[in-house]
């Protein structure tokens, strides 16, 4: 085992004993949770503690949600009915404070949940600049609202208002940017908030919690901890939610709205599973399509949403395909997180090991064979991508989301096969397309984007940049996530009117004038 480099040695144990609800850090003394890594610190293999959690329950949840209630006040509290301006400053404010917590933040996604030290570095400053961005547009959307418009004889100045409360639940493998694509938006755009960080990626949390409570008003944002079922459940049961955001599985979310006593009223923000396949057609770069499908299905090990799950290759390039593409993922190199040049990394799931061979069996018992060398070596944390060929529909890696280092390949003759498939299946998140013929490409976007959500031409699925929508078909999504389409998902327009007279001018003149309303305004955000 290389040596841990010294910045990156877990040396005291995080023990996150605080809580924030309703603007307080609360000291917690009750049952907690052991947090471990699968990574190793020393020579003989064994998981590393790097702290322990509150573990909560319905109480906790009641309180946080609660607070969120009180806070909003329906619709009259401080934070919904405060200037645009002035919830922007708040925002700012946190991130400012939220970027001095880099070093640590990137330590702990390292340590928690395995991902690369370039590819954590990545995240965070990714967040960042999200931060940033959203505000920027929130700006804009403002400025584009700040005006009365008249038509029919009636006035109207229409804007976007808060929705109410929201119970924000973010995916492990990307704790803090995902996560933070669903939290930003809720709280800029006047929600109040429950949080609760995902089962692993949560002690990276902790070091913003003092930028949290010093950022917002009391109840804005309250951020808890425990399973899902435990905590999230009683709070969905409160009625007092307005909005489900949860980027997982669909199982959860399922589970989670029938806690709701009045399920029209409540708002659903998801973003859930996918089975983003490649095509590869006969005229394809090889060269590319190799590589794009490399990063696209190992990537962070393959725990991407929007990880390339099947790829269907023409027939008459499925060896060549084959022989290089399975070349290429034994070439690939694993390590810990701070190793240079690492490609795959620990698996923070301790039981992904055991499913990703099952699938792997199951796919042999059915006829496939392994195709690369290192496919399913096992260590104590890791299963080496086993590359699956060929796949049929009676293979369980055919249909389930594996969510991990295993790439299934099934060939094709005609390109109605593939189409059928995808039609067939309950994800449309999105689709790779390697091809040069534009007589053959262009048919081929023109029906795919029927079936899924974003067509990636000569290149690997991913989500972003972040001004493009990110959303799915079926069970893929529901709600649009960008940096744009996600303050109008956290937000719905409402708007004041009046008939064009002099007497309901002279009021709304004189409203304007008096700088009384945080709504009728027309001031103008630099």
């Known amino acids: 085992m290389n040596a841990i480099p010294e910045e990156f040695q877990i040396k005291t144990l995080l023990n996150q004993d605080t809580y924030l609800v309703n603007g307080e850090l609360k000291k917690w003394d009750g049952q907690t949770s052991a947090v471990f890594s699968t990574i190793s610190s020393t020579e003989k293999y064994e998981p590393t503690i790097l702290g322990s959690i509150p573990f909560m329950g319905e109480k906790e949840g009641l309180e946080a949600v609660h607070a969120a209630d009180v806070a909003f006040n329906n619709g009259q509290g401080l934070w919904p009915t405060m200037k645009v301006a002035d919830r922007i400053k708040c925002m700012t404010r946190f991130v400012n404070q939220m970027e001095t917590t880099r070093d640590v933040v990137v330590k702990y996604l390292m340590w928690e949940i395995g991902k690369s030290l370039p590819d954590s570095q990545k995240e965070?400053?990714?967040?960042?600049?999200?931060?940033?961005?959203?505000?920027?547009?929130?700006?804009?959307?403002?400025?584009?609202?700040?005006?009365?418009?008249?038509?029919?004889?009636?006035?109207?100045?229409?804007?976007?208002?808060?929705?109410?409360?929201?119970?924000?639940?973010?995916?492990?493998?990307?704790?803090?940017?995902?996560?933070?694509?669903?939290?930003?938006?809720?709280?800029?755009?006047?929600?109040?908030?429950?949080?609760?960080?995902?089962?692993?990626?949560?002690?990276?949390?902790?070091?913003?919690?003092e930028a949290f409570k010093n950022s917002f008003p009391a109840g804005v944002i309250n951020i808890v901890y425990g399973r899902g079922r435990e905590v999230a459940a009683p709070i969905m049961k409160s009625g007092k939610v307005t909005v489900l955001a949860l980027i997982g599985n669909s199982t959860s979310a399922i589970a989670l709205q029938d806690q709701h006593p009045n399920k029209n009223r409540l708002r659903l923000i998801l973003g859930l599973e996918a089975k983003n396949p490649a095509i590869v057609l006969a005229d394809a770069d090889l060269d590319l399509a190799i590589q794009e499908c490399i990063s696209g299905s190992l990537s962070f090990n393959g725990q991407r949403c929007t990880a390339l799950k099947i790829l269907y290759v023409h027939e008459d390039v499925v060896k060549e395909f084959n022989k290089r593409f399975a070349a290429k993922v034994d070439a690939l190199v694993f390590g810990n997180p701070w190793d240079k040049a690492v490609s795959l990394t620990p698996l923070?799931?301790?039981?992904k090991p055991a499913y990703i061979q099952e699938l792997i069996d199951d796919a042999i018992d059915k006829g496939a064979k392994v195709i690369n060398e290192k496919g399913g070596e096992h260590s104590p944390n890791f299963i080496f991508p086993a590359v699956l060929y060929p796949i049929n529909k009676e293979m369980r890696v055919y249909h389930e989301e594996q969510f991990g280092p295993v790439v299934p390949i099934i060939s094709f003759k005609d390109i109605q096969e593939p189409l059928n498939?995808?039609?067939?299946?309950?994800?449309?998140?999105?689709?790779?397309?390697?091809?040069?013929?534009?007589?053959?490409?262009?048919?081929?976007?023109?029906?795919?984007?029927?079936?899924?959500?974003?067509?990636?031409?000569?290149?690997?699925?991913?989500?972003?940049?972040?001004?493009?929508?990110?959303?799915?078909?079926?069970?893929?999504?529901?709600?649009t996530l960008s940096i744009h389409d996600a303050l109008r998902s956290f937000s719905i327009r409402t708007f004041v009117a009046s008939k064009d007279n002099d007497y309901n001018n002279e009021i709304l003149q004189a409203l304007l004038n008096s700088d009384q309303s945080n709504f009728i305004t027309t001031d103008y955000i630099l």
């Open 124 to 209: 965070f400053d990714r967040t960042v600049e999200y931060i940033y961005d959203t505000i920027e547009d929130y700006k804009q959307l403002d400025r584009n609202s700040a005006r009365f418009t008249k038509s029919q004889g009636v006035n109207a100045m229409v804007r976007r208002g808060p929705l109410g409360v929201v119970l924000c639940l973010g995916p492990y493998n990307y704790p803090l940017n995902e996560t933070f694509s669903l939290l930003i938006p809720a709280l800029i755009m006047g929600n109040t908030v429950v949080f609760k960080p995902a089962k692993n990626g949560v002690l990276l949390i902790s070091p913003l919690l």
């Open 421 to 479: 498939d995808m039609a067939e299946s309950n994800y449309g998140q999105q689709v790779s397309l390697f091809g040069k013929d534009i007589k053959t490409i262009a048919p081929l976007i023109d029906t795919l984007v029927n079936l899924v959500c974003r067509v990636n031409l000569n290149s690997s699925c991913q989500r972003g940049p972040d001004i493009y929508p990110f959303t799915g078909r079926k069970d893929s999504a529901v709600g």
């Open 348 to 351: 923070p799931e301790k039981e």
